[in-house]
């Protein structure tokens, strides 16, 4: 094995991910060795932290984890008992996989750069990171607002929709240079233009959306753009008076294969990943009622859609399927 003294931050791309990779990277900085950052989705993750462990890289790597038993069979062999845990995530296929590894933090009451900063808190830092651990705080808040949906700060809104318009690498360059959660004028403008476009974006997929019953609202490709999803799906599941169960918004990658969110209120959404995902084909993840799939370039949207409907059906069947307990047995005893 080839040996790297690198810090390799993975992260997603969303707010959450680009906060969380912004916090490693200030977090990290005082230890002097050269930082690597990769942001990705989860069709790339698993190949990137086994090409790191390879390598020797330390690793932190934040909202988001493997799809392949494999990659944790390969953590579990490199892991040491005497170190540090360098997985921070806040999803539920997470904790419920990997809840209990000494390498992970999961706590999904929290967003996965709040998971991180708490954390952070608890450790031994020096004077200077633990003052741009401090100061950070009010982004972290803003980050898991956002993330969680709870809606009480509206900057939180504006601050995604940076990500939309920079991208998240532009955002995350901007907060390695000033961390600040301050939005300065301009962006502030750009942001709340943007969202007023989205406004109208949002009325043109309502009247395109695909509705099986009351099982699926399904949002074709090309219709949103990126970083309108949890927003859009926020309006047609809590502003719809005849909600679907489940909202999902397909989009083709420039790879040529499909990224399909998934969105729902009663943990649904995270279901149909456990249904479907299979590390090969489908992958995906997530926490209940926010995920993603990743179909390969060979299916189609109507394809997508059935196979969506035909998991929404299977979970419907098992949750309605009677629970016969031994107190209905033994009632049945008794009549023979």
């Not at 680009?18 to 230890?31: E, G, I, M, P």
């Not at 462990?53 to 790597?61: A, E, H, R």
């Not at 390969?74 to 999803?91: A, G, K, N």
């Amino acid at each position: 094995m080839q040996t790297e003294n690198v810090l390799h931050i993975i992260s997603h791309t969303d707010l959450d991910g680009v906060v969380s990779a912004a916090l490693a990277w200030h977090a990290n900085r005082s230890f002097g060795l050269p930082i690597k950052v990769s942001l990705m989705g989860y069709g790339e993750i698993d190949n990137a932290i086994l090409e790191s462990l390879d390598s020797g890289q330390k690793l932190t790597v934040l909202d988001l984890f493997c799809q392949r038993e494999q990659t944790v069979d390969q953590i579990d062999r490199t892991f040491t008992e005497s170190s540090p845990p360098f997985v921070f995530d806040h999803h539920k296929s997470t904790y419920d996989r990997y809840g209990n590894r000494k390498w992970a933090v999961v706590d999904t009451g929290y967003c996965a750069a709040m998971v991180y900063w708490r954390w952070l808190r608890e450790q031994k830092l020096d004077d200077s990171t633990r003052k741009i651990v401090e100061e950070i705080e009010p982004l972290i808040k803003i980050t898991n607002d956002r993330d969680l949906w709870l809606g009480e700060i509206p900057e939180s809104r504006l601050w995604q929709g940076l990500v939309t318009i920079c991208g998240p690498w532009g955002v995350l360059m901007r907060l390695v240079s000033d961390s600040s959660a301050e939005l300065t004028k301009g962006e502030r403008d750009s942001a709340q233009n943007f969202v007023d476009l989205q406004e109208e974006r949002f009325e043109h997929a309502k009247a395109r959306i695909l509705r099986t019953g009351d099982d699926l609202s399904f949002v074709g490709d090309g219709l949103l753009e990126f970083g309108d999803v949890s927003d859009f799906c926020g309006l047609i599941l809590d502003r719809d008076p005849n909600p679907p169960m489940l909202a999902a918004v397909s989009a083709k990658r420039m790879g040529g294969d499909w990224a399909l969110s998934l969105r729902s209120r009663d943990g649904l959404a995270g279901k149909i990943i456990t249904l479907l995902k299979d590390g090969k084909k489908v992958r995906g993840g997530g926490h209940g009622d926010a995920a993603a799939l990743y179909f390969p370039y060979s299916y189609n949207e109507v394809q997508i859609r059935d196979t969506v409907l035909a998991a929404i059906k299977q979970e419907k069947e098992r949750t309605q399927a009677p629970n016969v307990t031994l107190g209905d047995i033994f009632k049945g005893l008794d009549k023979i």
